[in-house]
């Protein structure tokens, strides 16, 4: 046996360890490089309200403040224009390169996307920091795996082990760091690849936790589970987030359509109408800026009247989808849990009001609705309810989490919603020249019998220029199903079954009713 072969065999017997073993040096990597970005962006939160809080008192202040705002635009401008990969939240060209569609550049990636991502929490633009640190750690990721020499396959895997360990470590929470990786990156649940992600997710969040803390991101006061007979009320909620979910897909996916379709504005020139726009919030409404955590612990108190937390969600809501659609270096994680705290906050609110809602479950609500606003937009059911639970420590609402994810999923289905992360590849993918099949409607299964006579008798199924759009699943003879292949051979009697999209079927029907047809013609 050569040197070389048996080395791969060998390798190939201890794949699993050695993985796992990748899997804690991409944690350890990625751990440390998206702690030292939460502690910058930390920071940066801090310097910015200081800032607003001098320029609130000093109007002269305020005007060098928007100057300095103009300036950070043109910085993160040229930014995204020298890597254009550091746009958005980063979790669509995760998936990109993922499905083999992109080819990030690790080294150009990781300095752009930490100081862009900077400078625009700094600047106070409603964006989250959990996209960017799935990006930054799976671009560690890569960069371990170019230093060992990996292949691609094997290089997929820690792209996943660095994903997940980005996420634990933003959020502190290692299980949906997995489960997110898992089910919205990797989309595979392998024995191999769930013990190196586990791996990595555990010890990145494990790191991040020294320095920081292991107390949860939120500290809610919530006592008991809802009672039985509210249950009614969770449903309607998980009804409203639905509907509101696939509003917020759509909007999103509808302002970022805008930017770019507008003539004369340039990577800078957009990013230039959020940056000037949060330095007028920050002299009105400074509660909007940023991830919005402090909205979030507002609306779970049950203190606010309905009509501010309105006002709250409608500006927040505008805000986060100019902000995003820029293409800003920025997430939509946080801003969307935000988001749909605000919503059971409303709800909640009003129920309480005039739906004889017991006041004292609004956190419950606020809680429930992250969850299924979450679950409603990115369409990863079990990734809310577990990202909300070790976000929270609340482990008494794991049934009504999971009742108002379920109903929020099945309405955003309904509605034919997109996943936010899949249209927005889409929309990546598009803007890049790469061709993207479009989306269809149902399929269908039809049925054509071969006539005496017609050109499909005596003729090998290789043999027929078959509709483009028509997919032969099998054919039946004589009671018998056979699976069609190249060489069989087709004869008058035998029934056709194809699969097809709902919008071709009738074409699909004429092209098979014509071939099959005593006098048909295959031209």
Excluded at 138 to 166: D, F, I, Q
Excluded at 186 to 211: G, P, Q, R, W
Excluded at 346 to 358: C, I, K, N, R, V
Aim: charge should be positive.
């Amino acid at each position: 046996m050569k040197k070389g072969t048996s080395h791969l065999l060998k390798r190939a017997e201890h794949f699993k360890t050695i993985l796992t073993a990748e899997g804690f040096v991409v944690g350890i990597a990625a751990g440390l490089v998206v702690l030292l970005y939460r502690v910058l962006l930390e920071y940066a939160g801090r310097g910015m309200e200081l800032v607003l809080e001098y320029a609130r008192r000093y109007p002269a202040l305020a005007g060098t403040w928007f100057f300095v705002l103009f300036a950070i635009a043109c910085i993160v401008g040229k930014l995204v224009k020298y890597e254009p990969m550091i746009s958005g939240s980063g979790i669509p060209q995760v998936e990109g390169e993922m499905m083999g569609k992109l080819d990030q550049v690790w080294w150009k990636v990781l300095p752009a996307k930490f100081l862009g991502g900077f400078l625009s929490l700094f600047s106070g633009l409603s964006l989250g920091r959990e996209g960017p640190s799935i990006q930054i750690g799976a671009m560690v990721g890569k960069a371990v795996s170019k230093a060992l020499k990996r292949e691609k396959t094997e290089e997929r895997y820690l792209l996943t082990c660095g994903a997940s360990a980005g996420l634990a470590a933003a959020f502190h929470a290692p299980l949906a760091g997995v489960m997110f990786s898992l089910e919205e990156i990797h989309k595979n649940f392998s024995v191999s690849v769930l013990v190196s992600v586990m791996t990595a997710s555990i010890t990145a969040d494990y790191i991040s936790s020294e320095f920081l803390g292991f107390t949860s991101v939120f500290q809610f006061d919530i006592g008991t589970e809802i009672a039985p007979q509210y249950y009614g009320h969770i449903v309607i909620l998980g009804i409203l987030l639905g509907i509101m979910g696939a509003f917020y897909n759509k909007m999103t996916m509808w302002v970022q359509g805008l930017y770019f379709k507008a003539k004369g504005l340039n990577e800078t020139t957009r990013l230039l109408i959020p940056f000037l726009l949060a330095g007028v919030l920050g002299l009105v409404m400074p509660q909007v800026l940023g991830s919005g955590h402090e909205l979030i612990d507002m609306a779970a108190q049950g203190n606010m009247v309905l009509k501010a937390l309105a006002v709250l969600f409608l500006v927040k809501f505008l805000f986060s989808l100019i902000c995003f659609g820029s293409g800003a270096p920025g997430g939509i994680f946080f801003p969307l849990l935000v988001l749909g705290a605000l919503l059971g906050g409303m709800y909640s609110t009003f129920a309480a009001e005039y739906m004889g809602l017991d006041p004292s479950y609004i956190s419950n609500f606020v809680l429930l609705a992250m969850a299924g606003y979450f679950t409603a937009i990115v369409r990863a059911p079990i990734t809310g309810i577990i990202l909300i639970f070790e976000m929270t420590g609340q482990v008494s609402q794991m049934l009504s989490m999971s009742l108002v994810s379920i109903v929020a999923y099945l309405v955003a289905s309904g509605l034919k919603s997109e996943p936010i992360y899949e249209s927005l590849l889409g929309s990546l993918l598009r803007r890049r020249g790469q061709q993207v099949p479009e989306k269809t409607g149902g399929k269908i299964l039809q049925e054509f019998v071969i006539c005496h006579g017609s050109l499909l008798h005596n003729q090998s199924i290789q043999q027929v220029s078959w509709a483009g759009e028509c997919l032969l699943v099998a054919v039946k003879r004589n009671g018998t199903e056979l699976i069609p292949k190249g060489k069989t051979i087709l004869r008058a009697g035998d029934v056709l079954v194809t699969l097809t999209d709902e919008d071709h079927a009738s074409m699909v029907y004429d092209s098979m009713k014509k071939m099959c047809a005593e006098k048909g013609s295959l031209s």
